[in-house]
């Protein structure tokens, strides 16, 4: 792996502080009228997206830059690494395949890929099974609902994207539990029959606290109500690649499908990890989310930087986090069944690119992963939106929608569609003092100059938006994909090692220590201060 120059020595960067310097008092009003082809010039249709990015402070200029940018700091040899599985993953010794996951049969002959034709294969059969009703309980009843038992890589991604296709649901239920929380499990629980029920564990480690504690509670369940050691093959699978600690836990290796240390966690629902998506849809429609994803697979390969969507992506959230000192960028679904698209790349941005350390070890002194945050359109407009259009935060925002709805109801499309357009011609425009006066005209000029600076909004907010024809499994596995390599290209530019996590490891390691501390009553003095107070606290309450 090559590890480039300090970010800020590549050439484009003291290119971009000028342009940003110059386009900060730049309405982008102005950049219109300048020229007529902008819309035009600033927007690209591929991979069956429309992508129209004219809504960015950025000109001609800036975004030639931006690409020499990313030409500079190897984002093309990086790409290649990606797909040829170099070990880009050093501090874990691996190389991160999760394209490989949802490549087509033709032309990959390689061990690895023999092995993830071999998992779909069993998918396959796991899902038929279970939605043809040849998969039966204890009882012999058929199963009818499907709890998948992961946090994390292991319930996000299946979580948003069971979710996100509702319409392509069979008849076989899922829920999803995550939190140690005993409520998230319980209420799950209470509304199943275990005789009809299957859990999936899904832990790539099988060593997540979260994960073992709800599984242990669910075996429990299934026992409790009935069923003998004998019937819990038939009620518990799991997806890791921990089989030894699966089998101690009590689930053989038959039952077991595979994931593989190449495979990010938060890069998994193309893996066997999405095993409860292939229930919840049907197999045929997990293959087409698959073949989606693939297909943006081949535009970020081999599309040039400039004709790239995830690299334009990728390189205009740089461009505010980095030249215009932006913390956050919202991701802002114009879709109800996208509602946990924010939260999955949540994780997959903050996870991956939340980082300090560069690639050779040395502290960063320039800003890396945003804050990723958002709900789904116009939920959020009744919510935060206040702020991001006159608040004192520069916020960039991710406007996606598809043209068709699965529910044609009344004119109810038409109307969140025309919040969408509102919304991102209100925060480009703003509305001016004029407009405001003009349309208090009958006021008097005390009430019109007394509200006038509440009245007022600023505009020059910049805002991406992107259509596309309808949410299918090939359109949501497209996006995904999408937004995937644009978290890569981030990662890339900033210098960070985008698939470890080491991060998360802290809190685990002190969370371990404080359990035994609270299972009795005496009061703890071997921390600081504040969380010995907070845990003595916690005991007397309790
Ligand atoms: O704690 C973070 C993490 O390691 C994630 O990266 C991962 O997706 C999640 O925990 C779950 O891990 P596992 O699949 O091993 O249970």
Known sequence: MTVHTLLPDLPAYAELEAHAARLKSTPIEQLFEQDDNRTKVFSLNAAGLSLDFSKQL?????????????????????????????????????????????????????????????????????????????????????????????????????????????????????????????????????????????????????????????????????????????????????????????????????????MWDWVGGRYSLWSSIGLSIACTIGYEHFESLLQGAHHTDLHFKERPLDQNIPVLLAMIGVWYNNFFEAESEAILPYDQYMHRFSAYFQQGNMESNGKSTDRSGTKINYQTGPIIWGEPGTNGQHAFYQLIHQGTKLIPCDFLAPAKSH???????????????????????????KEVSDEMAGK?????????????????????????????????????????????????????????????????????????????????????NSTNGLINTYKIFR
């Open 444 to 528: 008097s000029l005390t009430e019109i100059s007394d509200l006038l600076n509440y009245k007022v909004f600023e505009g020059n907010r910049p805002t991406n938006s992107l259509l596309f024809k309808e949410l299918t499994p090939h359109m949501l596995g497209r996006l995904i994909a999408l937004y995937e390599h644009k978290i890569f290209v981030q990662g890339v530019i900033w210098n960070v090692y985008s698939f470890d996590q080491w991060g998360v490891e802290l809190g685990k390691q002190l969370a371990k220590k404080i359990l035994p501390e609270l299972h009795d009553e005496d009061l703890v003095s071997s921390h600081d």
């Open 58 to 258: 950025l000109d001609t200029k800036a975004r030639i830059s931006l690409l020499d940018l990313a030409e500079q700091a190897g984002v093309r040899q990086s790409i290649e690494n990606l797909f040829s599985g170099t070990p880009i993953n050093n501090t874990e010794e691996r190389p991160a395949l999760h394209t490989l996951l949802r490549a087509s049969q033709a032309g990959k002959q390689t061990e690895k890929f023999r092995e993830v034709l071999a998992a779909r294969t069993r998918m396959r059969a796991l899902a038929e099974g279970l939605n043809n009703g040849e998969h039966k309980g204890y009882s012999g009843h058929i199963i009818t609902d499907v709890v998948n038992i992961g946090i994390g890589g292991s319930d996000l991604g299946p979580r948003l994207v069971t979710d996100a296709l509702r319409p392509f649901h069979g008849d076989v239920r899922c829920h999803y539990v995550a939190n140690v929380d005993p409520a998230d499990l319980r209420d799950t629980l209470k509304c199943l029959n275990a005789e009809t029920t299957l859990f999936i564990i899904c832990s790539k480690s099988f060593r997540t606290e979260e994960t073992l504690a709800n599984s242990l509670v669910a075996r429990a369940w299934v026992l409790n109500a009935g069923a003998t050691t004998e019937d819990l093959d038939r009620h518990f699978l799991a997806v890791t690649s921990n089989l030894e600690a699966a089998e101690k836990f009590g689930i053989p290796p038959d039952n077991c499908l595979p």
């Open 407 to 433: 529910n044609p109801l009344s004119d109810h499309h038409s109307k969140l569609m025309s919040n969408f357009f509102a919304q991102t011609e209100a925060l480009m425009n703003g509305k001016t003092e």
